[in-house]
């Protein structure tokens, strides 16, 4: 299974706008950091999880080929902004997104068109499925668990996906949905920064999390630049966990 990291920022992005830090001032492509995407492939099962703004951008240098899913984790902006730029896909059928019964609400609100009855031409043609958290479900040869973790009092969802894991925006979780996370090969979850946030984990509790869950290979996401530049930030991490960066490509086969 290979995994793409299309994006590994928090909801600005970094650089973020208007700021002169020396994180948003650095020339390493590793602290350039789109909204958190990532891509994960095997080579017949294609899944995206999340689909933020830089959507566009981020799948562009990508092999043109069917998306077989989409994994959402929440409604907010940074997670789903990009589900119009879906509409290409369409070549290949009806995309599928993966979605909380809140999140397909908040969707169909925010984009009435891509779910009536009568399409007009051109609009993605997408199909939306409500999961639970803990009731699996496959796509393609890929069985897809969803958890709950809290976004500081908004439930979201993270997928664990066979042997690997994607988490994000998450602050705390429940002692029972550890149960769903245990034998796991490779984490990917977030770490916002290093001061305490009200709805965001910081990179020492991400790091924490991981122990807990004895994952060998952990990287975190969802990054601002409120952190050292990248290299520094690397340099301090404990071992077998790392920073995640835009393009960075993992085979799990391979770790």
């Given at each position: 299974?290979?995994?793409?990291?299309?994006?590994?920022?928090?909801?600005t992005g970094v650089?973020?706008?208007?700021?002169?830090?020396?994180?948003?001032?650095?020339?390493d492509?590793?602290?350039?950091?789109l909204?958190?995407?990532?891509?994960?492939?095997?080579e017949?099962?294609?899944?995206?999880?999340?689909?933020?703004?830089?959507?566009?951008?981020?799948i562009l240098?990508?092999?043109?080929r069917?998306?077989?899913?989409v994994?959402?984790?929440?409604?907010?902006?940074?997670?789903?902004?990009?589900?119009?730029?879906?509409r290409?896909?369409?070549?290949?059928?009806?995309?599928?997104?993966?979605?909380?019964e809140?999140?397909?609400?908040?969707?169909?609100?925010?984009?009435?068109?891509?779910?009536?009855?009568?399409?007009?031409?051109?609009?993605?043609?997408?199909?939306?499925?409500?999961?639970?958290?803990?009731?699996?479900?496959?796509?393609?040869?890929?069985?897809?668990?969803?958890i709950e973790?809290?976004?500081a009092?908004?439930?979201?969802?993270?997928?664990?996906?066979?042997?690997m894991?994607y988490?994000?925006?998450?602050?705390?979780?429940?002692?029972?949905?550890?149960?769903?996370?245990?034998?796991?090969?490779?984490?990917?979850?977030?770490?916002?920064?290093?001061?305490?946030?009200?709805?965001?984990?910081?990179?020492?509790?991400a790091?924490?999390?991981?122990?807990?869950?004895?994952?060998?290979?952990?990287?975190?996401?969802?990054?601002?630049?409120?952190?050292?530049v990248?290299?520094?930030?690397?340099?301090?991490?404990p071992?077998?966990i790392?920073?995640?960066?835009?393009?960075?490509?993992?085979?799990?086969?391979?770790?």
């Amino acid at each position: 299974m290979k995994i793409t990291f299309l994006g590994t920022g928090t909801s600005t992005g970094v650089p973020q706008i208007g700021c002169s830090c020396k994180v948003c001032r650095s020339t390493d492509v590793r602290d350039k950091r789109l909204r958190t995407s990532l891509l994960v492939e095997t080579e017949r099962t294609r899944i995206l999880l999340d689909c933020g703004p830089d959507f566009r951008q981020q799948i562009l240098p990508c092999a043109f080929r069917r998306m077989d899913a989409v994994l959402l984790s929440h409604e907010h902006y940074d997670h789903v902004g990009g589900i119009d730029d879906l509409r290409p896909f369409g070549a290949f059928g009806d995309v599928h997104l993966y979605a909380a019964e809140r999140t397909g609400e908040q969707l169909r609100q925010s984009l009435p068109y891509c779910f009536v009855e009568h399409k007009y031409p051109g609009v993605p043609q997408l199909q939306l499925h409500a999961v639970r958290p803990h009731e699996m479900f496959r796509v393609g040869e890929l069985h897809i668990t969803p958890i709950e973790v809290m976004h500081a009092r908004l439930p979201i969802l993270g997928f664990r996906i066979d042997n690997m894991a994607y988490i994000t925006d998450m602050k705390t979780i429940a002692d029972g949905e550890i149960d769903y996370l245990q034998g796991l090969d490779l984490l990917v979850v977030n770490g916002l920064r290093h001061e305490p946030h009200y709805s965001h984990q910081t990179i020492e509790e991400a790091c924490a999390f991981a122990r807990r869950l004895n994952v060998p290979y952990t990287y975190l996401v969802h990054m601002g630049h409120h952190i050292d530049v990248h290299a520094a930030e690397e340099a301090s991490l404990p071992e077998g966990i790392h920073l995640g960066y835009d393009g960075l490509v993992v085979d799990t086969d391979r770790i």
